[in-house]
């Protein structure tokens, strides 16, 4: 159970880790724009070497920040229970702290997936479009791995949870 923990927590550090850096970060697409290299994120952009502030109140942008802050969100919450698992004194009776850190991690995956969809969504639909040389950029790279590492995350903290349940409910009473 605790190596499952263990690698739970590792799991989820590095993505929170992650998640917090992707969004923070201005270079989720880069783009060339009259002779001269642009990037972008969710906050700025830049062109050349002067960056700005996203100033317009863009729907999909509004909704990619909103996701990813959620995600980071959930995912701090499930570190703390996580770390709080080890602990191994139930608050709760019905409660598993493994249980709710696996449940956490999932719902960041969720929110992080749903915030990628639609950035993706949008940059290919319409901003590809727009800009005839373009990518996507190592901010972007890194919400996905963030999402991998939170879904890793999830999928220990459930596997500590069904050996902790087994052995309780093996246990002789």
Known sequence: MYSFMGGGLFCAWVGTILL?????????????????????????YCLGNKCYLQTESIAYWNAT?????????CATSGIIMGILAFAQQPTFTRLSRPFSAG???FASTFFVLLALAIYTGVTVSFL??????WRFSWSYILGWV?????????IFYMCAYRMHECRRLSAPR
């Open 20 to 44: 917090v850096v992707a969004t923070a970060t201005d270079h989720w697409m880069q783009y060339r724009l009259s002779g001269s290299f642009a990037h972008q994120g969710l906050w700025r």
């Open 65 to 73: 920040r909103a996701f990813m802050i959620l995600s980071s969100l």
């Open 103 to 105: 449940i956490m991690f």
């Open 128 to 133: 590809g479009r727009r800009f005839g040389d």
């Open 146 to 154: 963030a999402l991998l590492m939170a879904f890793f995350a999830g």
